[in-house]
Nanobody, 126 residues
Framework: QVQLVESGGGLVQTGGSLRLSCVVS????????MAWFRQCPGKEREFVAG????????RVTDSAKGRFTISRDNAKSTVYLQMNSLKPEDTAVYYC???????????????????WGQGTQVAVSS
């Protein structure tokens, strides 16, 4: 059974930092690209950042460039999202996702991801 378990969300003030973690079990973590998406009530799920299976290629959405960093530790089957200089517009539920196909780069489309975590809430106060 595949499981993705996120942690690290919470409430911070504008300008603060959070580090999200996602531990994956039940699949060969090191063979798959990973990504973080976020979703606000009434809005579509939005790509935030992704990392290739090897970790050598990353992609971050324009609104988060220079503030968010994605990384992975294949030995721990864990992907991270370091979020700095947080803004109120970053408030959302953040989801970890694992690609459906092995050895791919990074796709910003949620349809390319087969397994999802339950989400962790991030709230940024102004």
């Amino acid at each position: 059974q595949v499981q993705l378990v996120e942690s690290g969300g919470g409430l911070v003030q504008t300008g603060g930092s959070l580090r999200l973690s996602c531990v994956v079990s039940g699949r060969t973590f090191s063979s798959y690209a990973m990504a973080w998406f976020r979703q606000c009530p009434g809005k579509e799920r939005e790509f935030v950042a992704g990392i290739s299976w090897s970790g050598t290629y990353t992609r971050v959405t324009d609104s988060a460039k220079g503030r968010f960093t994605i990384s992975r530790d294949n030995a721990k089957s864990t992907v991270y999202l370091q979020m700095n200089s947080l803004k109120p517009e970053d408030t959302a539920v953040y989801y970890c996702a694992a690609a459906g196909d092995a050895f791919t780069l990074v796709s910003p489309s949620y349809t390319d991801y087969a397994d999802w975590g339950q989400g962790t809430q991030v709230a940024v106060s102004s």
